[in-house]
């Protein structure tokens, strides 16, 4: 198969053991810079054109777009759908995963555990939302955040007021959470391919540290799942349309619960902490999924 890695950077950990994986299989593997990418909005032949060159004759693509470059990555991805080109995932399913709010209440409807959350609008409202979800200590989260930044820890009403009514004035969205103190600062990140989990490890957090982001200094091994987790991360990447996701899992008091999904999951953690081929399951996916011409979205909203 020709297949084309939609990422920024060739040299990053993910988008090489994709290459490396691709060409150990067999396939032509090209990275395609997609903010390098222009096209033709026409009914009759629509095309991308990359570095002043049309792209032609790909049979799939695997989109990786930076939470940052959605609006513009996801529109390069739709271009190659309308070529008919099979794409890891669509990019109806990307906007939808990169929307926080969006993504727990899909998650919600279809009767997916998760943390009790609450959002609201106007500071009006904080208090109502601070009861919502049972009162202090609670989970303050950016929508915007990645990495742990942006998710802050409310021991007291006020302390909670105080960080609300301060993300507020700088106009920023935010939601708010319940605390799963159990989890004890760790969460389990489910890599999801089709409608399997090809791997899976707990990341810890430093002592002290309620977020368990490795870039918060946090550590990560391999865990084994429970059959409910498996069918919970399963479940939940189905819900928002993707075939490739990372299922980001806590375990709490009333059982396993989705913290969040992302879209371009990192594979350097993940294969690193379990050993597993994670890039190679995604192009065997390809190879199976890529030609039996399914690449439709039925997720509702
Ligand atoms: P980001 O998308 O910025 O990584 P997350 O929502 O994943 O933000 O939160 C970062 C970390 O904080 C998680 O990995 C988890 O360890 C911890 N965390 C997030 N929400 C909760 C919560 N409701 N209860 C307990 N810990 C949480």
Redesign the pocket.
């Given at each position: 198969m020709k297949i084309g890695i939609l990422s920024l950077n060739a040299s990053l950990y993910s988008t090489k053991r994709l290459v490396d994986a691709g060409d150990k299989l067999g396939h032509e593997m090209h990275v395609i810079d997609y903010l390098r990418c222009y096209m033709n909005i026409t009914a009759h032949k629509p095309i991308v054109v990359y570095k002043g060159q049309p792209l032609e004759g790909f049979d799939a693509i695997i989109p990786r777009i930076g939470a940052s470059k959605t609006f513009y990555g996801t529109a390069v991805v739709r271009q190659f759908e309308m070529m008919g080109v099979f794409t890891a995932n669509r990019s109806q399913a990307i906007s939808r995963s990169r929307d926080k709010l969006r993504c727990l209440q899909l998650l919600a409807k279809k009767g997916i555990g998760l943390?009790v959350t609450g959002f609201a609008h106007s500071p009006k409202d904080i208090e109502g939302l601070i009861d919502i979800v049972g009162g202090p200590p609670l989970?303050i989260?950016l929508l915007e955040?990645?990495?742990?930044?942006?998710?802050v820890l409310a021991e007291t009403t006020q302390a909670a007021k105080s960080v609300i009514e301060a993300f507020r004035g700088l106009d920023a969205n935010i939601l708010v959470?319940?605390?799963?103190?159990e989890?004890d600062?760790?969460?389990i990140r489910c890599f999801v391919v089709g409608d399997k989990v090809v791997a899976s490890m707990k990341?810890q957090?430093a002592p002290g540290e309620?977020?368990?982001?490795l870039h918060r200094g946090g550590s990560a091994e391999q865990i084994k799942l429970t059959p409910e987790e498996r069918s919970i991360a399963v479940r939940a990447a189905k819900t928002m349309g993707l075939n490739i996701a990372g299922v980001?899992i806590?375990r709490s008091n009333h059982g396993s619960v989705v913290?969040?999904l992302n879209s371009s999951p990192g594979l350097g953690g993940i294969e690193k902490a379990t050993g597993k081929d994670v890039a190679g399951k995604i192009i065997e996916f390809l190879e199976k999924e890529g030609t039996l011409g399914k690449n439709s979205d039925r997720v509702e909203y």
């Amino acid at each position: 198969m020709k297949i084309g890695i939609l990422s920024l950077n060739a040299s990053l950990y993910s988008t090489k053991r994709l290459v490396d994986a691709g060409d150990k299989l067999g396939h032509e593997m090209h990275v395609i810079d997609y903010l390098r990418c222009y096209m033709n909005i026409t009914a009759h032949k629509p095309i991308v054109v990359y570095k002043g060159q049309p792209l032609e004759g790909f049979d799939a693509i695997i989109p990786r777009i930076g939470a940052s470059k959605t609006f513009y990555g996801t529109a390069v991805v739709r271009q190659f759908e309308m070529m008919g080109v099979f794409t890891a995932n669509r990019s109806q399913a990307i906007s939808r995963s990169r929307d926080k709010l969006r993504c727990l209440q899909l998650l919600a409807k279809k009767g997916i555990g998760l943390p009790v959350t609450g959002f609201a609008h106007s500071p009006k409202d904080i208090e109502g939302l601070i009861d919502i979800v049972g009162g202090p200590p609670l989970v303050i989260k950016l929508l915007e955040g990645t990495q742990g930044i942006g998710v802050v820890l409310a021991e007291t009403t006020q302390a909670a007021k105080s960080v609300i009514e301060a993300f507020r004035g700088l106009d920023a969205n935010i939601l708010v959470q319940e605390f799963i103190k159990e989890a004890d600062g760790m969460d389990i990140r489910c890599f999801v391919v089709g409608d399997k989990v090809v791997a899976s490890m707990k990341r810890q957090g430093a002592p002290g540290e309620f977020r368990s982001n490795l870039h918060r200094g946090g550590s990560a091994e391999q865990i084994k799942l429970t059959p409910e987790e498996r069918s919970i991360a399963v479940r939940a990447a189905k819900t928002m349309g993707l075939n490739i996701a990372g299922v980001d899992i806590l375990r709490s008091n009333h059982g396993s619960v989705v913290m969040e999904l992302n879209s371009s999951p990192g594979l350097g953690g993940i294969e690193k902490a379990t050993g597993k081929d994670v890039a190679g399951k995604i192009i065997e996916f390809l190879e199976k999924e890529g030609t039996l011409g399914k690449n439709s979205d039925r997720v509702e909203y």
